[in-house]
């Protein structure tokens, strides 16, 4: 009766859709926008344009709603409440930059997406898995992203990389102030999202130095959208 897709989709053939949409996930100061400018140089070099985007965030309303999604002053509304902002967020984000740029064949890296929802907000806020895809399968209406990296490295290493980073002013936005034990639970929740769908996710080794992860990521994305087209062309030149 639904005419909602179905989760975990892959949108191939949705209509209009001809870039990629890759995602960037893990915990805090896993180095994705690190990874993410390498994979958009390296696509630059295949003449692909890849746009890099972040959420929460990445449209303008969504901006705003990461101020107060990351400022604090939605944590009264709890979990649940969050995981709508977020989702809201995601909406605007996919109608105003993400669907209009794979439409006219563009890739689309972004850091963070519906992953953490299902981890921030569901595995470690308690929020129920069935609330959380129902908001997932409104937010997305099927578009899901073709490849999710999952940086994973020790949480208390991520979070001194992001303590260090912080300039002096900046204060621990409102998820990197909860305790090790939640930072612990996130780790292995990415884990179980990598292992529920292995064809969608990659689990990289982030403590690896960053000339290692980006040539796993590379490897990843090559294997995945290049080498089909390079046994083509090889296929073709010896016929
Ligand atoms: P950000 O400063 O982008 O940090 P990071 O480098 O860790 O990505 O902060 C985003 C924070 O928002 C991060 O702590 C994870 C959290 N978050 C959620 O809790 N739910 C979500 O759906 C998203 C997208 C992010």
Not at 125 to 149: K, M, N, Q, S, W
Request: glycine share 10%; hydrophobic share 40%; aromatic share 6%.
């Amino acid at each position: 009766m639904s005419a909602v897709p179905p989760l975990g989709t892959a949108h191939r053939h949705e209509k209009g859709r001809a870039g990629r949409f890759v995602t960037f996930e893990g915990g805090e100061g896993a180095g994705k926008s690190t990874q993410m400018r390498r994979l958009q140089q390296r696509l630059a070099e295949r003449d692909v344009e890849a746009i890099a985007t972040r959420e929460p965030g990445g449209s303008p309303h969504a901006e705003a709603l990461r101020e107060a999604l990351l400022g604090g002053k939605a944590a009264s509304l709890g979990p649940l409440g969050e995981a709508v902002l977020f989702s809201a967020a995601r909406i605007d984000h996919l109608d105003r930059l993400i669907k209009p740029a794979l439409a006219r064949g563009a890739w689309v890296i972004c850091d963070r997406f519906a992953d953490s929802t299902r981890a921030y907000q569901g595995a470690r806020g308690g929020v129920e898995p069935r609330l959380i895809a129902l908001l997932e399968r409104v937010a997305l209406l099927g578009t899901t992203p073709d490849l999710t990296i999952i940086l994973d490295l020790p949480p208390e290493i991520g979070l001194e990389r992001a303590r260090q980073r912080r300039a002096p002013d900046e204060t621990a936005d409102r998820f990197e102030r909860e305790d090790m034990a939640f930072h612990e639970g996130l780790r292995q929740s990415f884990l179980d999202i990598a292992a529920s769908e292995p064809g969608r996710c990659c689990v990289v080794d982030a403590l690896a130095p960053e000339e290692e992860v980006a040539q796993a990521i590379w490897h990843i994305v090559e294997a995945r959208f290049f080498r089909g087209n390079a046994e083509q062309k090889t296929e073709q030149a010896s016929a």
